[in-house]
């Protein structure tokens, strides 16, 4: 305390003492994270590859379909463009797929 301001901590005194209140509350903080598993964390490798081959999947059919209908409506041939493309782009998917499905884990 001071003289000139009697009752008051000085402001060294009080920025200590916030400062340890922050650490100790960020302290508290990530241990309940951990403790009630909230704490934010990396996606599992396995949930990481299931988003790639459903987009793989989904990919080759809508690109196949989309490239034999474009060709059907151009050069007036009715499904048969559309079905060509559409088992391609299944075939490339599965490819696809198969690859990811030989990755290493990290």
Do not use: H
Not at 60 to 70: D, E, Q, S, V
């Amino acid at each position: 305390m001071t003289v000139e301001d009697p009752g008051r901590d000085s402001e060294s005194m009080g920025d200590q003492r916030l400062t340890s209140l922050d650490e100790r509350l960020k302290a508290i903080q990530q241990a309940e994270q951990v403790r009630t598993g909230t704490a934010q964390k990396k996606p599992d490798k396995g949930y990481s590859q299931g988003n790639r081959v459903l987009t793989e999947l989904i990919a080759g059919l809508a690109g196949g379909g989309l490239l034999g209908w474009l060709f059907d409506s151009w050069l007036g041939t009715s499904p048969g463009f559309l079905l060509g493309f559409l088992f391609l782009g299944i075939g490339v998917a599965f490819r696809n797929i198969i690859r990811i499905s030989q990755e290493r884990p990290k």
